[in-house]
Every structure is written in C-alpha cells, then in structure tokens.
C-alpha cells in the first residue's frame, strides 16, 4: 500500500512536470542557445581545472595525462618569484583601489556644486569620455607622452629638470597605472555618485543656507551623508576584487625594464601558460589566484549582508 | 545661473572660485591629450617632436592620414572591429533578451536551478589555460568565433534584462494571457517594443566592449588578415612597428622610427573616432547601464 502511494506521488510529480514542460515548451526554446552557451564555455573549463593537479600531456589530452597532486602548487609557493608576485600584484591593486574610490567622490562633489543644468551637463559628458577609449590607445598615448622626447618630458627638462624614465623603469610604473587609470575613469565613476547627490532635498540645502552654513557645511553635513550608503558598499565590493585586477593594461604597459614591479599574477600566469606552454603549472596559479578571489568575495558579501539587513549580493 | 549663486551666503564665493578653478583645470587634463595626439596628427613628426603642437593651421597636412588609410593592416583592421562589434552586440542582444524573459516567468519550475548554475560562474571560472584548451578542442584557434561566441552568454547582462523586465507591470502580461497570446506572441509583440531601452543599453555595451577589446584576439587569432582594430593598433602604438608595405620606401632607421611616430597619432584619432561621435548621442543609455551596474553591483 505504502510503495502504491509512493509510486502515484511519482507518478504525479512527472506528471506535473511534463504538463508544465508541455504549457511553456516555449520558455524552454527561449532559454536553449543561452544553456548551450553556458554549458559549453562556463562549466566544461571549470572540469578544465584539473589539469593544475595533473602533468598535461597534449597526446593524453586532460582526461588521460596522469594526477600529480600539489606539484605545482608547491613549485609555484617555493619559486623564487612568489613574493613578488603577490606583493606586486597586491600593492598595484591596493594603490588602483584607494584612486579609484576617493576620486569619483570629489569630482561628484565638485561636478554637484555647479548651479547651471547646461554647464553640468557639458562637465560631465567631457570627463565621461576617456572612459571608452581602448586600454590599447590609453597605453600607447602614454608612451607617446611619457616617452624620453615625448611632451611632459621636454617640460620637465625645459625646466632644467632631469628627465624621468617613466616607462623605462620600475619605480614610475605603479605611479604611471593608477594615475592614467584616475584620468580614464574617474569621470564615469561619479556617475552614481552624482545620482545619489541628485536626491537630496532642495530645501534641505536652502533651509541651510537662511541658517548660515557654509558650503563646506553644506557639504559635510548633508552631502556626504547622503552618498555615504553607496561609497561603502562600493568600497565593500572593491575590497572583494582586490586579487582580480586586470590583465590587459598592465600587460600593455611592461617593458623590459620595469618588471620589477610590472609582473604580477595575471600577467605570470598568461607567460607561464601560453607564451612558455607550462599549462598545468599556469592553471595551477590561476586556481590559486581564484581561490583568493573567491574566499574574498565570500567574506565581503557576508559584511555586506550584515550591513544591508539580510540582502546579499 | 547667477540668481542661483545670489542666494548663496556670501562667504562661500572663495569656494565656489576655488570649485570652478578646479573644475576648470579638471577639464583641461580630460581633454588637453586628446587634443594634443588630434592636433599632432596632423603634424610634421620632426616639428611635432622639436617643438609640441603647433595650432597654425596652415603648416598642417593629411600626410599621416593618407598613409594610415593606404596601409592595408588599419583598413582591414577597421572594418574587422565593425563587423566583430556588431555581430557580437546584436547576437548579444538577442541571446540575453531570450535567456532572460524566461527567468521571469513564475510557471518556470526549473528557474531557480538555473539562476544559481548561472550565478555560480560568475564566481568561478576553468581561468586561461582550460578555456585555451577548449576553443583549440572545438577547432575555432584562428577564427573570429574564438572572440565573438564565447562572451555571448553574459550573466551580468542578463540580470540586466531580467531586471527590467520583472518592472513591467505584471497586469500587461496577464491581460494578454486572458486574450490567449502564447509567450511567443507576448514576448515578441508586447514585451520586445517595451525593451527598447534596455536593448539600446546592451547593445551599446557589448558594441563598446568588443571594439576595445584585443586580449581574446591576441591568444586566439594569428592570421593579420582577420585581426581586430586593437591588434594592429599594438603593433602601431606599443611595439613601434611600421606596417610592412611602408618599409621598403624609408630606408634609415632614425627615418622609420620618425614614420613609426608619425603613425601613432593619427592611428589613434581615426580608431577612437567612431566612439567618441557615438557617445554623445547615446550618453543616457550608458548612464543608464552604468547606474543599474553600480547600485545591483
């Protein structure tokens, strides 16, 4: 009687599934390329980790070339670039990280202080545009600039300065990303900024002004509040990226000379991987960079759910 | 503008001075190297170099035009990054707006499975070697599939969409049950119409994204003939390359490097160009998308 039972809950389960699958076979069209795409290019690179503990073989390919286990992990914790690697990667990111959070908050204020709708709007659609410049052009513009002939070069020596390497050495190179970095998208970077400041009550400010206050005052003690919120969360979020910083811009910026502080993570792993074919060593450095990633976004979606009453990311 | 100031306390103009003198020098460091690569291309590289930009019009030539626009590899660069970029965005649309509205839909038992499947991947991904691995398996090495399908599937996009959806009023749907329209027909002629918006923003995100990218095309495309603007546009600006058909006329090497220089700026003018015009005009929806990114980021 009781597997009677079971089988007809069973059998109603499928039921209701297949008439379900019959009313919207139509979402289920919709959704097939997207799955397929999914499947294919997100989920069967994930079975692709393995080969970080494996030796790859190419005429094994990844399923038949032999387990290894922590090899190269180990290899790559005792190689004598693993600490500058990581201090690299980390200060690089960490410098990109404080830029980029205070300078969109002082251009918004700035950009917020302008009176005339027409001259704010003109502002921000010119410091919007380097934002969709490539990094390729970004990069070269910098070495048509910062080049030993190039314009801020002849300043500095018109000057009776020396000139300074800042392409051609170790020192300049962080300076070099994070400040192009502030030019590129700091403007863009305000625009939520410049929403929140939109939402503040007129009378709040006028009522302040017949009071006296100052526009520091102003600013300090109504504007900041307001834009407080969202700087957190941001700033929350970014610290959870601090491992995942991109590839592109820097890998376009070393020169010979300025790997010293140049080379980080990414870049290594790029090297390793497909320049010098060390695949499994490469996916081995990946896997860990992840993980980091991984374990710091964990940890920030935890705080932001503390600070957010529950809601997550 | 200046009534506005009037109201204003009185002790706050050395502020406001100080806020539109920085405003003002903001502006200039946003522009002044756009201007200087724009004026420069227009330049003699030996004056350019000597001297910086030099504004009387009249010693200005469109030398180093003629010789980007007779240099096959930018040519074909260019018109590559057009049809990359508008394939990859229209199929980005229409892969995203139909993953999407399923995911609304309250009668999809199997939603909340793939909301998670496809979240998960956001978090983890095979990284560089694996994915390397599987575009060589499925044989697409050296072909522009490698760039384009790969990046169609993007989650962020569709919470986007879904996003903009789930604020349609939900009364629209259901009034169009109730006159017998199947999700087919709801979803292309109701919703589509609807999404206007929020298409233009997708589109113009993956348009802009796929025309400024050159990492996918540097590790997968070798063959020059099927290069993206951005690659040869590295050869041009970061490895100082001459484009190999203008070697044969310049001889020394100081006369290449001069040539090199020269390629630069006018390499970059005709390749951002076409960006830059755009924005203006679509300015709201990138706004758009920028905003809806930052607060659900």
Known sequence: MKRFLKEVVINNRINQFSKNFRENYQLYIMLLPGLILLFVFKYIPLYGITLAFKEYNPMLGILGSPWVGL??????????????????????????????????????????QVRSVGLKKNIQLIVYAPNFISVVIVVGMLFIFLSPVGPVNSLITSKGFKEIPFMTSAEYFRDVYVWSGVWQVTGWGSIIYLAALSNVNEELIEAAKLDGASLLQRIRYIELPTIKPIAV???????????????????????????????????????????????SYSTAIGLFNSAINLVLLIGVNMVVKKLNEGEGL | MWK????????????????????????????????????????????????????????????????????????????????????????????????????????????KVINYAMIITMFLGGGLIPTYLLIRNLGMLNSPLAIIIPGLFNVWNIILVRTFIKGIPADLQESAKIDGASHFIYFFKVLLPLCVPIIAVIFLYSFVGMWNSYFDAMIYIDDRSLQPLQLVLRRILIQNEVPP?????????????????????????????????????????????????????
């Open chain 1, 71 to 112: 090899k190269y992990f180990q290899q790559f914790f005792e190689s004598p670039d693993f600490w500058q690697l990581m201090q690299n990667t980390i200060i690089l990111s960490a410098m990109a990280l404080v830029a980029g959070f205070i300078a969109p908050i002082i251009l918004a204020l700035l950009i917020n």
């Open chain 1, 233 to 279: 969360i941001l700033l929350i979020l970014s610290a959870g990226s601090l491992m995942s910083i991109g590839f592109e811009k820097v890998y376009l910026m070393q020169t010979s000379l300025n790997m010293a502080t140049s080379e980080i993570l990414p870049t290594y792993i790029y090297k390793q991987g497909l320049l010098m074919n060390n695949y």
């Open chain 2, 4 to 111: 506005k100031i009037k109201n204003t306390p009185s002790g706050d103009y050395p502020a406001y001075i100080i806020i539109y003198g920085l405003l003002i020098a903001i502006v200039i460091l946003t522009l002044y190297p756009l201007f200087y690569v724009f004026v420069g291309s227009f330049m003699d590289p030996y004056e350019l170099l000597r001297n910086g930009i030099n504004l009387d019009v009249s010693t200005w030539s469109l030398d180093s035009y003629s010789k980007i626009f007779s240099n096959s590899d930018i040519v074909v660069g260019f018109k590559n990054s057009m049809i990359y970029s508008f394939t990859f965005a229209t199929l980005s649309v229409i892969i995203t707006l139909l993953f999407a509205y399923p995911l609304t839909q309250k009668e999809l038992k199997s939603r």
């Open chain 2, 245 to 297: 058909g203008m070697i044969a006329e310049q001889q020394a090497a100081n006369q290449l490097a001069m040539l090199a220089e020269q390629l630069k700026y006018a390499s970059i003018v005709v390749s951002s160009i076409p960006l830059l015009i755009m924005y203006p005009f679509f300015q709201k929806y990138f706004e758009k998308g920028a905003m809806v990114g930052s607060i659900k980021g």
